[in-house]
């Protein structure tokens, strides 16, 4: 098992431009959670999907961030003008079933510089 | 909503010594408390789980405290070595989701 997959690794963009964030859940996960983690806030949740449905998003700014579910094998966090306070280290993580039962395995994470 | 808290920010001990890292929250379901570790550049790695149910859990030098009266979870690494240079997590679960504490950046000093 390749555990949760975050692709690019790091990834630096211009004041701006757009960013866009891949995770590949674990095979068999229904649930799918990302993450921004910096040294002020530390680890701040961000949106969640079970199924490929939005559950909760009630962590991801009103503004320039998006996050689909197109199929049950990846998930995309959208960043749109990217600004520097958007520089941060991004985590997936998925689990099972979703929810407060179940595990949750993290990815690597993305670590996005803006410039 | 749900607040934790993780005490200390940073800790500093040296090889063989103990490490206790508390977090404090204000509300949890029944269900699992997790602790991870997180290495440099690396995602969140799974360190020990335990249920609401449950007040202690020892694996290999590690003791998981739970104190659902005091809503108080701990971790004590116990003969601390430099490989555990890490920061540690601590995640109580909600009624949807789980809540992460801000994490303890350990070092060991050999």
């Known amino acids: 098992n390749a555990g949760v997959i975050q692709t690019p690794r790091h990834k630096v963009t211009g004041k701006g431009q757009e960013a866009t964030l891949w995770c590949e859940p674990i095979s068999g996960h229904s649930a799918v959670f990302w993450y921004r983690q910096t040294i002020v806030q530390g680890l701040e949740f961000l949106t969640y999907?079970?199924?490929?449905?939005?559950?909760?998003d009630s962590g991801m700014p009103k503004e320039r961030f998006s996050a689909q579910m197109p199929n049950q094998s990846h998930s995309t966090l959208k960043i749109q003008s990217t600004q520097p306070q958007d520089s941060a280290v991004y985590l997936c993580?998925?689990?099972?079933?979703?929810?407060?039962?179940?595990?949750?395995?993290f990815g690597p994470g993305t670590r996005l510089l803006v410039l | 909503g749900e607040q934790v808290e993780q005490r200390p920010p940073h800790l500093s001990v040296r090889e063989g010594d103990s490490a206790f890292i508390i977090c404090t929250y204000t509300d949890s379901a029944t269900a699992y408390f997790y602790w991870y570790k997180q290495e440099p550049g690396a995602g969140l790695q799974l360190l020990m789980s335990?249920?609401?149910?449950?007040d202690r859990k020892e694996e290999q030098g590690l003791t998981v405290l739970l104190n659902k009266k005091d809503k108080r979870l701990s971790l004590n690494l116990t003969a601390a070595h430099p490989g555990d240079s890490a920061v540690y997590f601590c995640?109580?679960?909600?009624?949807?989701?789980?809540?992460f504490g801000k994490g303890t950046s350990l070092t060991v000093i050999p």
């Open positions: 995640a109580v679960p909600g009624y949807q989701n789980f809540y």
């Open positions: 335990v249920f609401s149910n449950v």
């Open positions: 993580a998925s689990s099972f079933t979703g929810g407060n039962q179940d595990t949750q395995y």
């Open positions: 999907f079970r199924n490929q449905a939005p559950i909760d």
